[in-house]
């Protein structure tokens, strides 16, 4: 029973980290796509402006999805170790993110000027991607809860694990056979070591003769 309730919340926990892993890996390969598209443009123009910024959207972009990637790793490696050090800090990194993303959403929220904050984008990709997103905010939207009860779920099934520790069976109570190993018998049966002395009895027909031989002698 023990064993069996281990196996279920870490194959859980993978389940639910490898969601921030596909959204990492989308986001890796949008990434890619967009430096290759960015090179080809700049190839092709007569002039490169020295002057402005660098394609930050799309360097971030790539920065956000690696992260993810190496997050879901660690989230791996937790599950599969049980660990109470790596569980702890994936947790710490999972809140972490949290609180990033709330703030992002609370200053997109309540700032109506959060565009001007940022640098100008000489690639374009910053505006086509907004553009996209306000085409798809449905999608979006629905995308972005996943991700938010994925990340809860998984601090929650973290501090379900990191309570348990790697030992679950004292947290079960069971009277299962299986659970108990059969006590070790030796291949080879020691023998019994005769007694250092043995008491025999004589019979009195013996020892009257011996007796009438000794006499005679």
């Not at 064993?3 to 639910?16: D, G, H, N, P, Q």
């Not at 700049?42 to 790539?62: A, C, R």
């Not at 490696?77 to 709330?102: K, Q, R």
Request: aromatic share 12%; with cysteine; charged share 20%.
């Amino acid at each position: 029973m023990g064993r069996i309730a281990s196996t279920c919340l870490r194959s859980l926990l993978k389940f639910v980290n490898s969601m921030m892993g596909l959204l990492g890996i989308a986001m890796i390969l949008y990434g890619l796509w967009m430096i290759r598209v960015w090179q080809r443009d700049t190839d092709g123009s007569p002039y490169v402006d020295f002057n402005s910024t660098g394609p930050w959207f799309i360097y971030t972009f790539l920065g956000i999805g690696i992260s993810l990637g190496v997050i879901t790793c660690l989230g791996h490696f937790a599950a599969d170790s049980v660990h109470g050090c790596c569980l702890s800090c994936y947790m710490m990194v999972i809140i972490l993110l949290l609180l990033l993303e709330t703030a992002m959403a609370v200053d997109i929220l309540l700032n109506s000027n959060w565009e001007k904050d940022l640098p100008e984008d000489p690639t374009g990709r910053f505006r086509d991607f907004e553009d996209f997103v306000k085409s798809n905010f449905d999608i979006f939207k629905w995308i972005c809860l996943l991700i938010l009860l994925a990340q809860g779920f998984s601090i929650l099934l973290s501090l379900v694990l990191r309570t348990l520790g790697p030992n679950q069976k004292s947290y079960f109570n069971y009277d299962s056979d299986e659970d108990y190993a059969p006590e070790r018998l030796p291949l080879i049966n020691n023998k019994v070591q005769p007694p250092p002395y043995v008491n025999v009895i004589a019979d009195p027909r013996f020892s009257s003769k011996s007796d009438t031989w000794n006499a005679k002698k």
